[in-house]
């Protein structure tokens, strides 16, 4: 297991680095991440380059045993880049090109910059690949710059519909072209769209593509030289969680893993919901695990910081992610700079440079990480349950809401979350994904259904499988067409129902019937729709008149397996801790504990061994039964039948 900071010897005198790879080594620290924003350091001038820096800085890590991992430096241009190659620099939609000084801002169809950014990696892998202490590369930094509206990006996009379509009829009738006289005749007409609420849905749908597509070219680029020059090296690259604006399956998919970017801490402390189900994602990227690139390490903010994490919080928050199948940590970041934009992203020492409390919370955090290494090696989350994340439904969602309030992933969370309080174990999952391993399948507003990934669906509940599906499900096509059918369209009998009819609510709506038997009332908020059960049973329903002939909530049997519908968006988590309850038992899903409230349990397991992660991540103490007899490998002592964890405490046991 790799352990250590994003460290940047660029900003500090040269006596400090033999100084700094000390206490890193004192740490426990055995990796670090280096030079993704150093391009003007390593190409001063086009054509020169300059490595003797980084040579002795790299030199000086080595001989205290520290590894690194290098960053293709593209996300910021030099000066001289900008000042040579105007054309490099992003366009509004105004017309207006971005004004060099910060960060990504650059043009992704470039010609001059993608050959630039090629000649800067070539020339990196071709210095470094014999440097025994590199042994990774991440890709650029943080893809998802925002869009480029320039000339080039609007021919590059047309090209795209050109391969996509093939001809201008089919683009057409896939935008539906009619509606507003919006035909086009020819490639030359069309424009990138500047604002995703007024323009056709299906043209800004297959923008969110063609983003995605220029940013996966540019990576790919790169790659390919990194591949073909240091053939033993990893090539990973940092991305945001939840971040929505590109497929992050596409931009995986020529990694060797993915890395993420986590700073979980803000507001008052609680439970970590989505650090967790972005590591879900994270792992469920590539089906494998991953490293964390960055990782709060203090106070973090550009011109106004947040709170500073509390004594035990860094550690919790980072053997979170080991629980959720991180094999790698680095903390953002070594030193707090004393200049720049980023004065007040504060790392584990700060602008003194003196290894204080959360420069020791770190090295204990590495010491925890070597009592698990050996345990650890070959295991990962193995989940019954998966999520789908469906980007076109997430981007299409976004460009018709449907309704006041509708967010695609905070529908996704509500399911996460309960998941969590149940103490169950989720992947998150393409919905290209194969599905046979999983008892249950959890499809959150699939806006977006192609009539493959229905029919993939019905399948799967048909031999077996548990679905549980919920509102706006199967509204359009692939292309952004609504389909003409009866909702849920091809998934009407596997869910043994019709939606004829829905509706926005404005005031929130009793739920009748089954939830509320819990003993206190539940609420429908948002929408609803207009559910007739054919074959399905009605386990819940609504209290207002003109929606009390309908289903809320349904269950139906179809083949060998089951599928539930939710037609409507509930005010109290309780309903979903309900639901989740009913639906795990239907498809035989077994926590492995169930926690008390302010604890997460997670499982990793692989080569006969299976660890128990237990992570209290409130500020009180937390007493629960566990199985005994067992190893708690973090103090070497056995288990009783219950453990108590103290404020932000980690246990994790060895339960073979």
């Not at 940013?215 to 680029?221: A, E």
Request: with cysteine.
């Amino acid at each position: 297991m790799y352990v250590g900071a994003d460290y940047y010897p660029e900003h500090w005198p040269r006596e400090r680095w033999s100084v700094y790879a000390k206490w890193m080594k004192k740490a426990g620290f055995n990796a670090v991440r280096m030079a993704e924003f150093a391009w003007v350091f390593m190409e001063p001038e086009e054509g020169r380059f300059d490595f003797s820096w980084l040579d002795e800085a790299l030199a000086t890590l080595r001989k205290r045993g520290i590894s690194a991992v290098l960053g293709t430096p593209t996300a910021v241009m030099p000066a001289w880049v900008a000042e040579k190659y105007p054309e490099t620099l992003a366009m509004e939609a105004g017309g207006r090109r971005a004004v060099w000084g910060v960060r990504k801002n650059n043009c992704f169809s470039s010609g001059a910059y993608r050959l630039l950014s090629e000649r800067i990696t070539r020339a990196m892998a071709l210095h470094f690949r014999s440097v025994p202490n590199v042994i990774g590369w991440q890709t650029d930094n943080e893809f998802g710059a925002p869009p480029c509206f320039c000339p080039t990006c609007r021919a590059d996009f047309q090209d795209w519909l050109r391969r996509r379509y093939g001809g201008l009829d089919e683009l057409n009738r896939a935008w539906g072209a009619h509606f507003w006289g919006h035909r086009v005749r020819a490639w030359s007409e069309i424009r990138i769209p500047p604002d995703q609420s007024t323009f056709n849905p299906g043209q800004c749908l297959d923008f969110q593509r063609f983003f995605t597509f220029q940013n996966v070219r540019f990576q790919r680029d790169q790659v390919r030289i990194l591949r073909e020059v240091c053939p033993k090296h990893f090539v990973t690259h940092n991305f945001m969680g939840f971040v929505p604006d590109l497929n992050y399956f596409d931009l995986a998919e020529d990694l060797d893993f993915v890395s993420w970017d986590n700073y979980p801490i803000h507001g008052e402390p609680g439970m970590l919901y989505d650090a967790a189900g972005a590591g879900d994602l994270m792992r469920g990227l590539k089906r494998r695990n991953y490293w964390v690139m960055e990782m709060s390490a203090g106070p973090a903010g550009w011109g106004a910081f947040g709170r500073n994490p509390r004594p035990g919080e860094m550690r919790l928050v980072a053997l979170q992610q080991v629980a959720h199948g991180a094999d790698g940590l680095i903390w953002f970041r070594w030193r707090t700079c004393t200049a720049g934009r980023e004065q007040y992203w504060h790392g584990l020492l700060g602008h003194d440079g003196r290894p204080l409390r959360r420069y020791r919370e770190a090295a204990r955090t590495a010491r925890d990480f070597k009592k698990l290494e050996k345990l650890l090696a070959g295991t990962t989350v193995k989940a019954d349950v998966a999520i789908l994340y469906d980007y076109d439904s997430l981007w299409a969602t976004r460009i018709q809401p449907s309704f006041q309030g509708n967010d695609y992933q905070a529908g996704l969370r509500r399911y996460q979350q309960a998941l969590m309080r149940a103490g169950v174990n989720v992947d998150l999952v393409s919905t290209a994904a194969g599905l046979g391993g999983y008892r249950l399948v959890i499809a959150p507003q699939l806006y977006v259904l192609p009539d493959a990934i229905a029919l993939k669906l019905d399948a799967y509940v048909r031999t077996g499988g548990v679905l549980l599906a919920d509102l706006r499900t199967g509204v359009k096509d692939e292309s952004g067409l609504c389909h003409e059918r009866t909702l849920p369209g091809l998934l009407s009998k596997c869910l043994g129902i019709e939606i004829r009819e829905y509706e926005a609510i404005p005031e929130s709506t009793p739920i009748a019937g089954w939830l509320p038997a819990a003993g206190r009332a539940l609420h429908a908020i948002q929408y609803a729709d207009w559910v007739i059960p054919k074959t399905a049973e009605k386990l819940a329903g609504y209290s207002g008149w003109h929606l009390a002939p309908y289903a809320a909530v349904t269950r139906n049997a179809h083949g060998r397996g089951v599928g539930y519908y939710v037609g409507t968006v509930a005010r109290e988590s309780q309903f979903y801790d309900e639901l989740i309850a009913n639906v795990i038992k239907t498809a035989r899903v077994r926590p492995a504990l169930k926690p008390p409230p302010g604890v997460e349990v997670s499982v990793r397991s692989g080569r006969g061994r299976k660890l128990l992660f237990l992570m209290n991540e409130s500020e009180q103490a937390k007493t629960l039964p566990v199985p005994a007899g067992k190893l708690e490998v973090l103090s070497g002592r056995k288990t009783l039948a219950k453990l108590t964890l103290p404020r932000f405490g980690v246990a994790v046991i060895q339960i073979r």
